[in-house]
């Protein structure tokens, strides 16, 4: 197991709930047992101490494995047709039957960025929690997920923040610039000033001690602390020129999360034989992996590092074997349907909840399901990604309503809706509503599907 986050622990725990009891070695990076990573950000300041799976998943890996070396990474992999072999960072090898590889993501750091800080790890918050302070100046290059919530804890301890985003609009590469575009008076409102649609050069350390952000306009800003939060990529750079490594550095797995042997056109690893194929697998952010519905979506959903470990498991001990089939041909053999979870982010951010479920395309239509305001003082809303099928008849329901495909649902301060939507976007088909009650606020979203 070549990982030691969430996706990881899930994994090891699935083997042994499911049986197996061969040797078991754990590789990870950090040197801490399995923690969950959202808090980082998002508690930043309420939790000082890692959230520990073992309290919050009540499970132990260390009980679960038989060689755990939290502090000794894979380095090396050595796919063969009768076994794997990992080298880890200490010169050791281990050779085993199989590899799961749970390794998730990295920070994007571009050149000349020396300057910026990251938040990643545990270390990079424990660093952040260290210096945040009233008065701090703090420059945020990135208006994505991390970005926006750490500007928001920022601001509310008194930092004087700064967000730095090269798109017009906040969160526009997640969820496109119209949706973005509502997301904009948030950062005034929380004492933040947002500057858009210009990218950073670099960010150096100046003669007098500040970090100066050099802007493609000229513009120069200095601060105390800048955190970079332009993205992540798959931590897989020791793959290269072994494994095939799709466009983002993921590694491509079928539903089962098995390596399919895919690679960019780009990518100098060759094609694996079949039988190296069965001994490679990857959960998590690792991995770019097949949905019915949503085709190959890339790792880095929270949900996925902790359900798909189980199908993973099923399938790599020969439980189910058809794991990675359709659910029709499933049925047509007798075997019970596979679970599905859709792709999922949650984002508590400049004193609003979001919560996304699908893949967005810049390609959807975007409709406005507008709420009335609630208790706590914000008006909830939903943005519903909707399909587009111009070379479609248009489709009405006997009403005459407008019958749309949903692509993703953001639901903004929404709470009540997320048990729902959820539900309704876990599924097996593309999820299809009467349009016009979905944008009826007295309609809930349930009661809209077809």
Do not use: C
């Amino acid at each position: 197991m070549v990982g030691a986050g969430l996706a990881g622990l899930q994994s090891v725990a699935a083997l042994r709930r499911h049986g197996y009891p061969g040797p078991v070695t754990l590789l990870g990076a950090e040197g801490l047992p399995p923690y969950d990573r959202p808090p980082l950000s998002k508690e930043l300041l309420t939790r000082t101490e890692p959230l520990w799976l073992a309290e919050d998943l009540a499970v132990d890996v260390g009980s679960l494995v038989d060689d755990l070396r939290l502090a000794d990474p894979a380095v090396r992999l050595e796919p063969g047709r009768e076994e794997v072999t990992v080298e880890t960072a200490s010169g050791s090898r281990v050779t085993a039957g199989a590899v799961v590889l749970a390794y998730g993501s990295e920070p994007v750091l571009p050149p000349g960025w020396e300057a910026a800080s990251v938040l990643h790890t545990a270390a990079d918050a424990a660093a952040l929690r260290t210096v945040l302070a009233p008065g701090l100046r703090l420059v945020i290059v990135g208006a994505g997920w991390i970005g926006a919530e750490v500007a928001g804890v920022a601001a509310g301890a008194g930092a004087e923040v700064t967000v730095v985003e090269a798109a017009s609009t906040p969160l526009e590469r997640q969820l496109g610039s119209f949706v973005g575009s509502r997301l904009a008076a948030w950062y005034d409102a929380a004492g933040v000033t947002l500057v858009t649609g210009v990218p950073v050069s670099t960010v150096q350390r100046g003669p007098g001690g500040d970090v100066l952000v050099s802007l493609a306009d000229g513009r120069e800003l200095a601060a105390d602390v800048v955190l970079a939060a332009v993205g992540a990529r798959p931590a897989s750079d020791w793959l290269r020129g072994t494994l095939p490594l799709d466009a983002r550095g993921g590694l491509r797995v079928n539903r089962a999360g098995r390596l399919m042997g895919m690679a960019s056109p780009r990518e100098s690893a060759g094609r694996l034989h079949i039988d190296a194929l069965r001994r490679v697998w990857a959960v998590g952010d690792a991995a770019t992996r097949e949905h019915p519905v949503f085709g190959p979506v890339p790792g880095g959903h929270w949900s996925a590092a902790l359900q798909d470990p189980d199908l993973t498991v099923r399938a790599l001990l020969g439980i189910d074997v058809r794991a990675a089939e359709p659910q029709h041909v499933r049925s047509r053999l007798g075997l019970e349907p596979v679970p599905l979870h859709a792709p999922y982010v949650f984002s508590k951010q400049l004193g609003h909840d979001l919560a996304l479920f699908g893949v967005p395309s810049p390609f959807d239509e975007v409709a406005l399901r507008d709420g009335a305001p609630g208790a706590r003082g914000t008006t909830p809303w939903a943005a519903l990604y909707l399909e587009s099928a111009l070379d479609r008849h248009r489709r009405t329901t006997p009403e005459g309503h407008r019958i749309a495909t949903v692509r993703a649902v953001l639901l903004v301060d929404s709470p009540r809706e997320v048990a729902a939507v959820r539900k309704l976007m876990n599924r097996d088909a593309p999820l299809e509503i009467d349009l016009d009650k979905a944008l009826d606020p007295t309609v809930r979203l349930k009661d809209a599907a077809l």
